[in-house]
C-alpha cells in the first residue's frame, strides 16, 4: 500500500496518528514495524504512536506467535478506534427509518430504499459511460464508492476475477438496523457492472467482518458457479 492509499476524500489523515489509523482501517492489524514501512518512517516511531494511540484507547495489541522467540505484537483498532471514521449521521438515520416503518408501515420504509436505490443507479451509469471493460468499471466503482466514505478499492485476482473492497460502512447503523439498505446496494453493483458479471459478497461488516468484500467474476467464467 502506498502513501497515496493512506489518503480518502471523506477522511484525509495528516497528522502520523491519523495515518496509523486509516492503515490498520484499510488493512487490519499491523506491527508497528509493518507500520512503520508504509509510513515511510521507522518501526520505533510508529511503535511510539501506538502508544499513545493505546493509551487514548484508539488501538490495542495482540501478541501471536511466529515460531520461535517471543511473540510478535500487533496492533488493531478498537471500538473506539472505528468510530473515529465517519458514520453518516447514525442515530437521526435510524430514528428516521424506525419512525418511517412505525408511521407508515414496512413497506413504505422499502420504498424510500427503492428510491435511493434507483438514485444511486442511475448516478453510477452515468459516471460510468466510457468504462468498456469490465475492470474498468469495477474501477470507476471503487472511485464513487470512496467518494461517498466507503474506503473502497479494487483489486485483480490471478483468477482472472476481480475484488471490489470496503474498509467502511459510513452507513453501517442504518443497515443494520434494515438489511434492505445492504441487498439494494449488492444490486445496484450487478445492475452497473452489467449482465456479464456475477457479484458475490464475501466479507459483510454488518455481519461482523472488518470489511465488506465482494468477488466480481465474468459470468460463465469456470468455478464462478461455485463461488
Known sequence: MSRHDLDNS???PRAPSER?????KMQGALTSAQLGHRLETTGEAARQQLQKLAEDGLVAEERRASGRGRPAVWWHLTDKGHARFPDSHAALTVDILRSISEVLGDAARDKVIAAREATTRRLYEAEMTGCASL???????????????YMAHAEACEDGSLLLIENHCPICAAASHCQGFCRAEQAVFEAVLGEEAAVKRVEHIVSGGRRCTYVISPAGAPGEAGR
Request: hydrophobic share 65%.
Open 135 to 149: 475492470a474498468a468499471r469495477v474501477a470507476k466503482l471503487a472511485e464513487l464508492r470512496s467518494a461517498e466514505g
Open 20 to 24: 496509523i489509523l486509516m492503515a490498520l
Open 10 to 12: 471523506a477522511w484525509s
